[in-house]
């Protein structure tokens, strides 16, 4: 019988190091899995950082659509699928991701406000540990800006994956990453919020400029992430990377 993880409801920061970004993405989808099945009463935040380009296309993205394929071949960079909606990111050196897992015995609420429950104490966090006119602000449905010019300028975008007793909260944070790549190997979003007005990524994102501690400590602290946890399910993770994430016909099945 599988041993199951039973803290005392809580918020635990998950501190494990994975090789791929295959792997990652099939690890917020296992902790998914177990807040949804039981197996924890714990909410799970995490960080990790890729160690290379990888365009990461959202669950209903159709890749041809939103990516340049041609341009990712001639850069070598890989398209994987994650398990949450929204659109196409770039990953890579200099940009942060976040997770959040929350289990709902009772049922997950609205996602109105799990977008709120997520975005306003990171963007509170976020704002007290800048020097920056007016901090940082929630804009559009899931997105965190700095700057007031023109609608602001995105430095983090986040997906969310629902199930009936789970709640998968992630995203991206530009910190020192390289914004011109996302301007090569993107195609212009088939779909955008009021705010962005037609910018191209170039003048639509900025980055942040925080640094990888820097972030960490201001995502521990808008959740309450004090408990740390070093076990992680990896079976469930080797069957989804071997089952979605390595697998063609999962990334290109739209």
Partial sequence: MRQRHHPAAGVDWLDVKLDSVEEQLALDEALLEEAHEGETTATVVRAWMACEPVVVVGSSSRVEEEVDLVACLEAG???????????????????????????????????????????????????????????????GSSDLVVGSVGGGRKISGNALRVRRHGVLYHGTLLDDFDIGLVDRILRHPPREPDYRARRPHREFLANLGLGPQGFEAALRRAFGATRVRTSWPADRVARLVAERYTVPAWTNRL
Wanted: aromatic share 2%.
């Fill in 77 to 139: 960079i890989r398209v994987v699928r994650r398990p949450s909606g929204g659109l196409t990111v770039v990953l890579g050196p200099g940009c942060l991701m976040w997770s959040v897992v929350e289990p709902h015995p009772e049922g997950a609420p609205p996602i109105e406000r799990i977008h709120a429950r997520m975005l306003d104490p990171l963007a509170h966090a976020l704002s007290e540990a800048l020097s920056l006119p007016g901090g940082v602000a929630r804009r």
